[in-house]
């Protein structure tokens, strides 16, 4: 097993690798352990762990942290094998964001989202179920995506299969489960429901404006982000996780990530239009 405590300790792993790009990195009561092998932890310029815990519990796993420079990060983080977390830039944490990734799936999250404190994320369920009948296994794992500035709820559970367009809202207290989110569209409830379609949001709280700033943000202006079908051919997150599957070896996933998530800057980029329930496609 091998641990860190400090950013400086990230240069004497033997079995493991941390990249650190750049200097200002920090650690304050925090740890990463590996307790396997061939694993990769990347952590951009400006990135700051705060009361969190990483913890490589297998092999060939990637957990890749972009640059963050008004805000901590605070995680707690397990993956098991060949598993991939990428969390990407300027992102806000209220609180925890817990994740426990396992059976080879990923959690990718794009940039300056919104995470309330409370927040479980989980790939895959904690024990095999099977039909009793055909006795095959019924629950196996699914990775989860977040696009860019996706708003998750206090206490929210995110669980396999969930994926959230750019500009996506869920409420606080809700489970979702294997559901796709299209960008600008509220969920929420238990299990949790499309409540309200063509919304966008600001990325900071209201519970301090004055009656001045209310009126101020009465209507939309061009703080908001409102996101579109991309013009350009972009991987969707769907595709870059399938991608990511396709690798064993957390070199080959890294280069797949900033390939496809940190060099792409289209700002359409994880845009999910609103289901056709007819066909069963996206507009």
């Known amino acids: 097993m091998e641990k860190i405590l400090e950013i400086s300790e990230c240069e004497k792993l033997k079995d493991n690798k941390a990249i650190c790009n750049g200097d200002n990195i920090e650690m304050k009561n925090s740890s990463i352990i590996f307790s396997g092998q061939g694993n990769i ?5 400006q990135v700051r762990l705060v009361n969190s ?8 796993c990637v957990v890749y942290l ?3 420079p008004k805000n901590d990060y605070y995680l707690n983080i397990a993956v098991s094998n060949e598993n991939c977390v990428y969390i ?3 992102n806000y944490f209220n609180g925890t964001l817990n994740m426990v990734v396992s059976e080879y799936q990923n959690i990718l999250i794009g940039d300056n989202g919104v995470f309330a404190f409370g927040i479980w994320m989980r790939t895959g369920d904690a024990h095999a179920l099977y039909d009793i009948h055909t006795r095959k296994r019924i629950n196996y794992g699914k990775s989860i995506l977040v696009g860019d500035h996706v708003w998750l709820g206090q206490s929210a559970m995110v669980l396999k ?3 959230f367009g750019s500009g996506a809202v869920l409420g606080g207290g809700s489970l979702i489960s294997n559901k796709v989110v299209p960008s600008h569209t509220l969920f929420a409830g238990n299990p949790a429901k499309k409540l309200k379609e063509d919304i966008a949001h ?4 209201v519970h301090s404006w004055t009656r001045d700033k209310m009126k101020l943000y009465d209507e939309m202006n061009d703080e908001v982000y409102v996101f579109e079908k991309s013009k350009k051919n972009c991987k969707s997150l769907k595709e870059i996780d399938q991608l990511l599957k396709g690798k064993t070896k957390a070199e080959e996933k890294v280069q797949i990530i900033q390939k496809y998530l940190v060099q792409e800057k289209d700002v359409n980029r994880f845009y999910i239009g609103k289901v056709n329930k007819r066909r069963g496609i996206f507009k």
């Not at 932890?41 to 310029?45: E, G, R, S, T």
């Not at 600001?202 to 709280?205: A, I, R, S, T, V």
């Open 41 to 45: 932890l990347v952590l951009d310029n």
């Open 53 to 60: 815990k990483i913890h490589f519990k297998g092999n060939n």
């Open 66 to 68: 972009r640059s963050n």
């Open 88 to 90: 990407g830039e300027r």
């Open 161 to 163: 299969g969930t994926q």
């Open 202 to 205: 600001l990325n900071w709280g």
